[in-house]
């Protein structure tokens, strides 16, 4: 596919499909790059709980304080009531992140190697900067639903100028949660935002600017795709993924990029950076 007509359907579609992105040895070293992930989770934090469909982090600090560090977040039905795991720790985990890019070695190497430059230049992105990663897990029994969204929900920046990479680390299939994804839905502006509250007497750190909306279910094609490949996905493009009910993981390692030449990082978005920090340049890594 060239260039333009790379950037054309991602324009088109509101997502890409790259097949072998990764080769497998690429693959297998983020994978243990995941499993050591797992084997240091800190046993002095309080363990946080990641949901799209309950929201516990608009309430917690640990979440909004997450943009420069490794942070774990734990699927509701990996804890009790205690906050202790009820299943084993290899199966606990929701993500990691949102800093894997600057802070952990093996994904800082890929997440700025030539074939994400190159991505980025076939998008037509001019000034690329990386604003959050993740290591998701999708564990079979605990990997939850991810309710449909869009990216700008959460990473706003005006213009929408803002590109998922998610790279599957195992073969992803409906059975264990692939992505869904609505072609073209990506043309219908912001649906909503997910934002800092305003308010310092809230409960809620971060709110929902609107109800969910509704998507037909008939709006929706699902991506199964094997390990390595890279799907491209608009920021506003409407996608989801089902609940693991399958025997097998969907380990994934996703990232967003922005292009701050053309648009600007929304101040009231939920991950700001500290002052005087800067999101790191894809180009210039």
């Excluded at 199964?224 to 996905?233: E, Y």
């Amino acid at each position: 596919m060239s260039n333009n007509g790379l950037r054309s359907k991602f324009l088109a579609d509101g997502y890409v499909v790259l097949d072998d992105f990764l080769t497998d040895d690429e693959v297998a070293e983020l994978r243990k790059a995941g499993d050591e992930l797992i084997n240091n989770i800190p046993k002095d934090e309080r363990k946080a709980v990641f949901s799209t469909t309950k929201t516990e982090q608009s309430k917690d600090r640990y979440f909004l304080e997450s943009a420069d560090r490794v942070s774990y977040f734990f699927e509701a039905s990996a804890l009790d009531e205690d906050g202790e795991l009820r299943v084993p720790a290899e199966v606990s985990l929701n993500k990691v992140g949102h800093a894997l890019h600057s802070l952990h070695p093996t994904f800082r190497q890929f997440t700025f190697c030539e074939k994400v430059k190159e991505a980025c230049f076939r998008l037509g992105f001019e000034d690329p900067v990386i604003v959050q990663s993740m290591y998701i897990f999708k564990n079979p029994g605990t990997g939850s639903e991810v309710s449909p969204h869009q990216d700008a929900s959460f990473l706003h920046t005006e213009p929408v100028y803002l590109a998922g990479f998610w790279i599957a680390l195992e073969d992803a299939t409906p059975e264990n949660g692939c992505l869904w994804v609505a072609p073209g839905s990506h043309r219908s502006g912001v649906h909503r935002r997910f934002v800092r509250s305003t308010d310092p007497a809230a409960p809620e750190l971060l709110v929902f600017t609107a109800p969910l909306p509704v998507y037909p279910a008939s709006n929706f094609r699902p991506l199964p795709v094997r390990r390595g490949t890279c799907i491209l996905i608009h920021g506003l493009v409407v996608h989801r993924s089902d609940p693991n009910k399958s025997s097998t993981s969907r380990h994934a390692y996703t990232f967003h990029v922005i292009d701050q030449k053309h648009c600007t990082y929304s101040s009231d978005n939920w991950l700001q950076l500290k002052p005087g920090e800067s999101f790191p340049s894809v180009y210039k890594n």
